[in-house]
T-cell receptor, first 110, second 116 residues
Framework: RKEVEQDPGPFNVPEGATVAFNCTYS??????FFWYRQDCRKEPKLLMS???SGNEDGRFTAQLNRASQYISLLIRDSKLSDSATYLC???????????FGQGTILTVHP | EAGVAQSPRYKIIEKRQSVAFWCNPI?????LYWYQQILGQGPKLLIQ????????DSQLPKDRFSAERLKGVDSTLKIQPAKLEDSAVYLC??????????????FGSGTQLSVL
């Protein structure tokens, strides 16, 4: 089993739609989780960290469910510019290394 | 603030040839990572340095890949000899300390390697 698993999609949604991605992880000892955004032929960029209490940044909401070992990302009111690959990542139990999922492709169309 | 610098941006080689990539992390960052990202997959950690020491190289194919970080700043990743399956984007990242689990990583633009 992969350490971090994501549904690769692709997800094709119209502008204004709400879309949600889930990501499961296997290392129950991990203390940190992240969502990264990666545009085509670009490097990953941090979208948001995921905290136990959940966190929100504008149209984006991230949540952590430790009991079921998954994290989620909710995007409300999708924009064309949200089209990208969304990578979830799990931090190690020590040091800063991240283990990434394979990414979920999102395409927002007019 | 200058970001993580990588070169070259693209490299095309034939199998069995050698290739080297260079990375200059953000100034003052103690931890440096090399990730391999194959098309359609997420980045996979190859090696992590803390200053000039190796913290984790468990997924580095040591029969053909090598990496060094002299003086705890710049780093080079080398592949010798290259195989077709090494075609990927090689991403370098750095973080301030590497000392805690939720530290942010900063990625460079990557080197896209094509092995023919």
């Amino acid at each position: 089993r992969k350490e971090v698993e994501q549904d690769p999609g692709p997800f094709n949604v119209p502008e204004g739609a709400t879309v949600a991605f889930n990501c499961t992880y296997s290392n129950s000892a991990s203390q940190s989780f992240f969502w990264y955004r990666q545009d085509c032929r670009k490097e990953p960029k941090l979208l948001m960290s995921v905290y136990s209490s959940g966190n929100e940044d504008g149209r984006f909401t991230a949540q952590l469910n430790r009991a079921s070992q998954y994290i989620s990302l909710l995007i409300r009111d999708s924009k064309l510019s949200d089209s990208a690959t969304y990578l979830c990542a799990q931090g190690g139990t020590s040091y800063g290394k991240l283990t990434f999922g394979q990414g979920t492709i999102l395409t927002v169309h007019p | 603030e200058a970001g993580v610098a990588q070169s070259p941006r693209y490299k095309i080689i034939e199998k069995r040839q050698s290739v080297a990539f260079w990375c200059n992390p953000i100034s003052g960052h103690a931890t440096l990572y090399w990730y391999q990202q194959i098309l359609g997959q997420g980045p996979k950690l190859l090696i992590q340095f803390q200053n000039n020491g190796v913290v984790d190289d468990s997924q580095l194919p040591k029969d053909r890949f090598s990496a060094e970080r002299l003086k705890g700043v710049d780093s080079t990743l080398k592949i010798q000899p290259a195989k077709l399956e090494d075609s990927a984007v090689y991403l370098c990242a750095s973080s301030p300390t590497g000392g805690y689990a939720n530290e942010k990583l900063f990625f460079g633009s990557g080197t896209q390697l094509s092995v023919l």
